[in-house]
């Protein structure tokens, strides 16, 4: 692959885990509007985006072909569902003071997404991936027994975004057949949903304020293009390379939070978070290590 291509890959992987991980400024803006109706802007208006963006650069030969296979169609319907709960999920954590953990949620999920392909996949652990994943365990455990909780949101994040990546790579649909799709499918029940709830104090969007409209239309750009840019890098560059890129998002929410918003970040979080940080820097670092003698 020529080195520009590469180049173009990598700065698409920074800027969609990027916009990932500046997200939360955008729905923090819309803290005035329930979660449930925030998610259902954006799958309306994410479909229309993307229907906007394939007039332009094509893509609707592959929808065609998509629509002749029932499986495949079966398994982007139970994908819809989970990327809604997760997208709710998110909303819901980032404005009700939860971005902590919103953000430990993406830090577990690569280490999810190793345990999953083992499960699913037939892929292999090696050592260090099944130590960075005992250390992971331990963290959750410890705040467990210590502190009698579960980082449920964390968990249930990492869990629904994880299980979306396995069908999604199970499905081998692209990202823009396949957002384009999901929408589509969540659509009726968005609009459904909005037009039973007209009375409510934003979801009419002929009595909202220009400013509010506007900013509940941008939910599809939020959404889609950090998906297309990602879908790019994916392309250009080595899927052990995107791993590197993956905690800039995570990364960023956990600055936002303890800084700009100023979640406390206590002892139980300080200790689940240490072991989940040092179980990633483990995983890096085998992730690095086989990708220097392969």
Not at 10 to 31: D, E, N, Q, T
Not at 108 to 123: D, T
Not at 132 to 137: F, P
Not at 240 to 265: D, H, R
Request: net charge positive; proline share 3%.
């Amino acid at each position: 692959m020529p080195d520009t291509e590469y180049r173009k890959g990598i700065l698409l992987a920074v800027s969609a885990y990027c916009m990932w991980g500046f997200a939360p400024l955008y729905f923090k803006l819309l803290h005035h509007v329930s979660a449930t109706e925030i998610l259902l802007h954006r799958v309306i208006w994410s479909f229309v985006f993307m229907v906007i963006i394939m007039m332009f650069i094509g893509g609707f030969g592959k929808l065609r072909q998509l629509f002749k296979q029932p499986k495949q169609l079966i398994v982007l319907t139970i994908t819809s569902l989970l990327i809604a709960g997760n997208w709710l999920l998110f909303i819901w954590a980032v404005n009700n003071d939860h971005m902590l953990d919103a953000s430990l949620g993406y830090f577990i999920n690569p280490l999810l997404n190793v345990l999953l392909g083992m499960l699913f996949l037939g892929e292999r652990l090696r050592k260090l991936q099944w130590f960075a994943v005992a250390l992971a365990s331990a963290g959750v455990l410890i705040q467990l027994i210590s502190f009698g909780s579960i980082p449920i949101v964390s968990l249930a994040l990492a869990g629904t975004f994880g299980l979306y990546a396995l069908l999604r790579k199970k499905v081998n649909v692209d990202a823009k057949s396949g957002l384009l799709v999901e929408t589509a499918i969540l659509l009726p029940v968005a609009l459904v949903y909005l037009v039973a709830t007209l009375d409510s104090a934003t979801a009419n969007m002929l009595t909202n304020d220009w400013h509010l409209n506007l900013l509940l239309m941008a939910a599809g750009i939020v959404t889609t293009i950090p998906l297309l840019c990602f879908a790019g890098a994916a392309v250009r560059i080595p899927l052990s390379m995107l791993g590197f890129f993956q905690y800039i998002g995570p990364s960023i929410m956990f600055i936002l939070a303890v800084t700009l918003f100023n979640e406390p970040f206590d002892a139980e979080k300080s200790i689940t978070f240490g072991f989940i940080w040092s179980a990633l820097l483990v995983f890096t670092f085998d992730m690095a290590y086989k990708r220097k003698t392969s």
